[in-house]
C-alpha cells in the first residue's frame, strides 16, 4: 500500500487481549499531590484501558526490563497493579510526580497542567520504553511495539494536484487525534470536517512531482488503518490566549469509523467509549480535571481525584468532554 513493512515485529499482535482478563469492582482512586488532577485522569483513563491492563498485570514487561532508572512501562506497571489489585481506597501516585521531567520536560510538580499534553507525553516515554532494549530498529517495526498495537493507526495524507491531477499519497502514524471543534456540534461531524479534502494554495502550496509546477492542489486526509484503541482530543483551546469553547458536543457511546477510513467500503468498524475526560473551568489555564472511566465489571464510574462514584450512561454521555476513549 505504499507503506514499508516492519523489518521486526516487537509484539505479536495475537497476543493483545481486548476483553478484561478478570472483573472486578473499581480501584482505588488517586491522590491529589498539588495541582495534579491533569495527571490522575490520564493515569485513571490508561489503567482501565483492557489491553494495556491486561498486559501490565501479567508483569511480563518488568520481567524482562533491562532499562537503568527510568521507566515508564515498569513505573505503569507498578501503578495499574497498585490500582487495581490492592485494598486501598487512595493511592498517592508519587512516583509518576517524581519521575515528571522524564516524563516531559515542560511539567512541574506544584504546577497545573494540560490533560492532552500529559497523555501525549506518557504514551511517548511508553513508547521509548518499548524500544529501550532493540537497538536499531526501523521506522516501521517501531510501530509494532504493545503501545503501537493498542493506541497506534495509520493516517494517509492524498494530495492531488489541481492542474495536472496527479496525485501523491504519504502514510503517518499516530497514537491519537486532534480535531478542530469551532464549528462541528458533534464528534462525527468533526471527524467528517477532518477527512473533507482541504485547498492548499499562496504559501501552502507544494511543487507537483508531474507537472513541476506549483499550482493549488487538493489535500484530504483519511484514517487509513484503525487503531485497537481510538483516542480523540476535542481541541478546546480557542486560541493561544487560552481562551475556551465551552460548548457541549456531542459523541456517542458506539462510534463506526467506516465513513473516514480510505476505503469506506466494507463492514462497519465500530467502537465502544470505555474512558473520558472533562475538564470545568472558563479557560484553558485554568480550572479543574475528571473522568469517567468503565471498569472492568461493566459499570461506569466518576473519578475525580480521590473518590471513585457510581454513575450511569446518561450521565457519561452529556458531558463537556475533552478526551474521549473509544476501543475496537
Same mark, same amino acid.
Given at each position: 500500500?505504499?507503506?514499508?513493512?516492519?523489518?521486526?515485529?516487537?509484539? *505479536?499482535?495475537?497476543?493483545?487481549?481486548?476483553?478484561?482478563?478478570?472483573?472486578?469492582?473499581?480501584?482505588?482512586?488517586?491522590?491529589?499531590?498539588?495541582?495534579?488532577?491533569?495527571?490522575?485522569?490520564?493515569?485513571?483513563?490508561?489503567?482501565?484501558? *483492557?489491553?494495556?491492563?491486561?498486559?501490565?498485570? #501479567?508483569?511480563? &514487561?518488568?520481567?524482562?526490563?533491562?532499562?537503568?532508572?527510568?521507566?515508564? @512501562?515498569?513505573?505503569?506497571?507498578?501503578?495499574? +497493579?497498585?490500582?487495581? +489489585?490492592?485494598?486501598?481506597? =487512595?493511592?498517592?501516585?508519587?512516583?509518576? =510526580? +517524581?519521575?515528571?521531567?522524564?516524563?516531559?520536560?515542560?511539567?512541574?510538580?506544584?504546577?497545573?497542567?494540560?490533560?492532552?499534553?500529559?497523555?501525549?507525553?506518557?504514551?511517548?516515554?511508553?513508547?521509548?520504553?518499548?524500544?529501550?532494549?532493540?537497538?536499531? =530498529?526501523?521506522?516501521?517495526?517501531?510501530?509494532?511495539?504493545?503501545?503501537?498495537?493498542?493506541?497506534?493507526?495509520?493516517?494517509?495524507?492524498?494530495?492531488?494536484?489541481?492542474?495536472?491531477?496527479?496525485?501523491?499519497?504519504?502514510?503517518?502514524?499516530? %497514537?491519537?487525534?486532534?480535531?478542530?471543534?469551532?464549528?462541528?456540534?458533534?464528534?462525527?461531524?468533526?471527524?467528517?470536517?477532518?477527512?473533507?479534502?482541504?485547498?492548499? $494554495?499562496?504559501?501552502?502550496?507544494?511543487?507537483? #512531482?508531474?507537472?513541476?509546477?506549483?499550482?493549488?492542489?487538493?489535500?484530504? =486526509?483519511?484514517?487509513?488503518?484503525?487503531?485497537?484503541?481510538?483516542?480523540?482530543?476535542?481541541? +478546546?483551546?480557542? $486560541?493561544?490566549?487560552?481562551?475556551?469553547?465551552?460548548?457541549?458536543?456531542?459523541?456517542?457511546?458506539?462510534? $463506526?469509523?467506516?465513513?473516514? @477510513?480510505? $476505503?469506506?467500503?466494507?463492514?462497519?468498524?465500530?467502537?465502544?467509549?470505555?474512558?473520558?475526560?472533562? &475538564?470545568?473551568?472558563?479557560?484553558?489555564?485554568?480550572? &479543574?480535571?475528571?473522568?469517567?472511566?468503565?471498569?472492568?465489571?461493566?459499570?461506569?464510574?466518576?473519578?475525580?481525584?480521590?473518590?471513585?462514584?457510581?454513575?450511569?450512561?446518561?450521565?457519561? %454521555?452529556?458531558?463537556?468532554?475533552?478526551?474521549?476513549?473509544?476501543?475496537?
Amino acid at each position: 500500500e505504499g507503506m514499508a513493512l516492519p523489518q521486526r515485529i516487537l509484539f *505479536p499482535p495475537e497476543e493483545i487481549c481486548m476483553d478484561w482478563q478478570q472483573r472486578q469492582r473499581p480501584g482505588a482512586g488517586l491522590c491529589n499531590l498539588g495541582s495534579t488532577c491533569y495527571i490522575n485522569v490520564i493515569l485513571q483513563c490508561l489503567t482501565y484501558t *483492557p489491553p494495556l491492563a491486561n498486559y501490565l498485570l #501479567s508483569g511480563d &514487561h518488568s520481567q524482562l526490563c533491562h532499562q537503568q532508572g527510568f521507566c515508564m @512501562m515498569c513505573i505503569m506497571e507498578a501503578h495499574v +497493579r497498585k490500582v487495581l +489489585r490492592s485494598s486501598a481506597n =487512595v493511592i498517592w501516585p508519587r512516583a509518576v =510526580v +517524581r519521575d515528571l521531567k522524564f516524563i516531559g520536560e515542560e511539567f512541574e510538580p506544584d504546577m497545573a497542567g494540560d490533560a492532552y499534553e500529559f497523555l501525549r507525553c506518557a504514551l511517548e516515554a511508553m513508547q521509548r520504553a518499548c524500544l529501550s532494549g532493540s537497538r536499531d =530498529v526501523d521506522i516501521s517495526s517501531q510501530t509494532t511495539t504493545i503501545i503501537h498495537q493498542i493506541f497506534g493507526g495509520f493516517l494517509k495524507s492524498r494530495v492531488t494536484c489541481l492542474r495536472c491531477q496527479a496525485v501523491s499519497d504519504s502514510y503517518k502514524a499516530f %497514537l491519537h487525534v486532534l480535531l478542530d471543534i469551532k464549528a462541528p456540534s458533534s464528534l462525527t461531524t468533526a471527524l467528517e470536517d477532518f477527512v473533507t479534502p482541504k485547498k492548499l $494554495d499562496g504559501n501552502y502550496c507544494l511543487k507537483c #512531482s508531474k507537472c513541476e509546477k506549483k499550482p493549488t492542489a487538493s489535500k484530504r =486526509v483519511t484514517v487509513h488503518r484503525v487503531p485497537k484503541v481510538f483516542t480523540v482530543c476535542l481541541e +478546546r483551546a480557542a $486560541d493561544h490566549t487560552g481562551k475556551k469553547i465551552s460548548k457541549i458536543v456531542e459523541y456517542p457511546e458506539y462510534l $463506526d469509523l467506516r465513513p473516514y @477510513m480510505s $476505503d469506506t467500503a466494507g463492514e462497519p468498524l465500530l467502537y465502544s467509549l470505555y474512558a473520558l475526560v472533562v &475538564h470545568s473551568g472558563d479557560t484553558c489555564l485554568d480550572g &479543574h480535571f475528571f473522568c469517567y472511566t468503565k471498569a472492568s465489571n461493566g459499570q461506569w464510574y466518576k473519578m475525580d481525584d480521590e473518590s471513585v462514584d457510581n454513575c450511569g450512561i446518561h450521565a457519561v %454521555l452529556r458531558q463537556q468532554a475533552y478526551l474521549l476513549f473509544y476501543a475496537r
